[in-house]
């Protein structure tokens, strides 16, 4: 009359699926050793982090145990989707670390957002062991950014030189669009022959005029 949570159900393999199969159905089991039924009167939760459709598509997943098992099926989205959770997180797992290893630490502010920036690949596990790691790497109460693990450090760097390139590239686009914009306008003089010699709508050339020449075209 409890529950039973079945984690990474995915990796189970095919002759024990045919075994918790029966299991479900039945609502009985027998113990390792043991020759007589014992009946089985529980909830089933299971998780994985893989895509149990194709998993039966790919028959490393028996399709009657995945009908039996989704009965109601909830999504839980990665941490990177959802990071208004990670220091509410980081704080409930800095509480286990001063029940677990007697440390009392808190996150400074720089820390805070390191952690709120990176993408987390490994989700929840993941910000669980950084936040031990720094709990126990600190020497003070509070966790400054020198004790944030060198990975996620590493990948926090590397994000910002791809985002700042993907803006160094939409500024050199939009110089480039100026120049060509400015040069038309200079030759043509009205939006309508802009519009005619960039092949464009007639809005887009007076939009893009303004934007670049703050001025009002002419359109004839």
Known sequence: QGTLFLD?????????QAKLLKVLEDGEF????????RK?????IAATNKNLDEEVEKGTFRQDLYYRLNTTMFTLPPLRARREDIIPLCNDFLDKAKER?????????????????????????????????????????????????DEILKAIETQAVQEKQVSDLQLA?????????????????????????????Q??????????????PAQD
């Open 173 to 201: 686009l939009e110089e480039f669009e100026g120049d060509i914009i400015r040069t038309a306008f200079a030759k043509y003089g009205s939006s309508v022959k802009v519009a005619a010699a960039l092949n464009i709508s």
């Open 30 to 37: 027998r113990r390792i050793g043991g020759t007589q039924a």
């Open 101 to 149: 290893f007697g440390l009392e630490r808190v996150l400074d502010r720089e820390v805070m957002r390191i952690l709120t920036e990176y993408n987390w690949p490994g989700n929840v596990r993941e910000l669980e062991n950084a936040v031990f790691h720094m709990a126990v790497t600190s020497e003070e109460r509070v966790i400054t950014s020198t004790c944030v693990p």
């Open 203 to 216: 809005s887009t050339a007076a939009r893009k005029i303004k934007k670049y020449l703050n001025e009002v």
């Open 40 to 44: 089985a009167d529980c909830r089933i």
């Open 8 to 16: 990474e159900i995915s990796e189970l393999p095919l002759v024990s």
